[in-house]
């Protein structure tokens, strides 16, 4: 389906007038005829008026970012697009199947009698579709739970209208479905031997640390899939990223034990260069002759009070060390 474009009906003030003037000079007229007993006339007149009131129907008033989308007796006839008073043929019926649905996020798709505000037009505003929370396994196979948001608009009506049942409804599966295939190539953080872009080499991809780059994937994939149905996805937007309850805890208490591991790992590795420091100011400085079985004892009591997590309590030895 190709999407045609209205661009010789923006005559509504006219045909408005035009009618008006009919409408007036018929009753007139209806009025004049019937004093004078001419029926045959007063009939015509009267079809006349009947008709220009009829014609009224065809006129639409559209407001910026608003389409409407014109069928005739079935037969797809043109978009009107923009703001503007215009007139098409009374006969001409607008189609919008997701008028009076409601989708406030993914999965809550609801229909409503209610008449929307702009009735059956179109809107071609950015709107945004807020994911809900999905419990999805990363391809650790660790439960996460995680959350986007997606900006989306109407780009070709007739596409909207006509290739899908309800575009709205049609966006919110297909964000679900896109989501869950790329969270499942992404490790929560980032693991050794895991290839997330494809090409067979491994690398340090993870949805914590690639925020960006999986928002970036599942916009491409989203678009896509509802390439179809007219839409194009503006941006889209991680909201909420978690480990799953039951598993929070353990993964919290391995990110705590991989820190403690980093830091212990950065004190030792001063703690060795101050005791190698001190060795070489003493020996530079012939502050005292030490032997290995000294330099040894001397090392670990260093290391001792650089590397433990209490305050060293001293013991002050007054003989010799022998």
Same mark, same amino acid.
């Given at each position: 389906m190709t999407e045609k474009i209205l661009t010789k009906n923006k005559n509504g003030m006219a045909m408005l007038l035009i009618l008006l003037a009919v409408v007036v000079a018929g009753?007139?007229?209806f009025i004049w005829c019937i004093d004078r007993f001419h029926v045959a006339l007063a009939i015509l007149l009267g079809l006349a008026v009947l008709?220009?009131?009829?014609?009224?129907?065809?006129?639409?008033?559209l407001r910026p970012q608003e389409a409407l989308v014109l069928t005739l007796f079935g037969n797809y006839v043109g978009t009107l697009k923009g703001e503007g008073f215009y007139w098409v043929n009374p006969?001409?019926?607008?189609?919008?199947?997701?008028?009076?649905?409601?989708?406030?996020q993914s999965g809550d798709v609801k229909s409503t009698r209610a008449a929307e505000p702009g009735g059956m037009k179109m809107s071609l505003k950015i709107m945004t579709l807020s994911n809900n929370?999905?419990?999805?396994?990363?391809?650790?196979?660790n439960p996460v739970e995680i959350g986007i948001a997606v900006m989306w608009r109407v780009v070709d009506t007739a596409k909207a209208a006509f290739n899908v049942d309800n575009y709205k409804a049609f966006l919110s599966l297909q964000c679900d479905s896109?989501?869950? &295939?790329? $969270?499942? #190539?992404?490790?929560y953080d980032s693991a050794p031997n895991v290839d997330t872009t494809g090409d067979g080499q491994a690398d340090d991809g993870s949805l914590?640390?690639?925020?960006e780059v999986v928002a970036k994937r599942i916009k491409e994939e989203i678009q896509s899939r509802v390439e179809e149905a007219g839409l194009e996805i503006v941006d889209a937007r991680i909201t909420y990223l978690a480990y799953a309850p039951e598993i929070a805890a353990v993964m919290l208490q391995r990110q705590q034990a991989s820190a403690i591991v980093d830091a212990r790992k950065l004190i030792v590795d001063g703690a060795v260069g101050m005791v190698e420091m001190a060795l070489e100011r003493l020996n530079e400085n &012939?502050? $005292?002759? #030490?032997?290995?079985?000294?330099?040894?004892?001397?090392?670990s009591n260093l290391l001792v009070v650089l590397c433990g997590s209490k305050d060293?309590?001293?013991?002050?030895?007054?003989g010799s060390l022998y």
């Open positions: 009753c007139i007229g008709a220009a009131c009829v014609m009224m129907a065809g006129l639409k008033v006969f001409c019926a607008a189609v919008n199947p997701a008028s009076g649905t409601q989708l406030n929370k999905q419990k999805i396994n990363d391809c650790l196979g896109a989501l869950r &295939n790329i $969270v499942r #190539l992404y490790p914590r640390g690639s925020s &012939n502050v $005292v002759e #030490l032997d290995e079985e000294r330099k040894a004892a001397m090392v060293a309590q001293p013991i002050v030895n007054s």
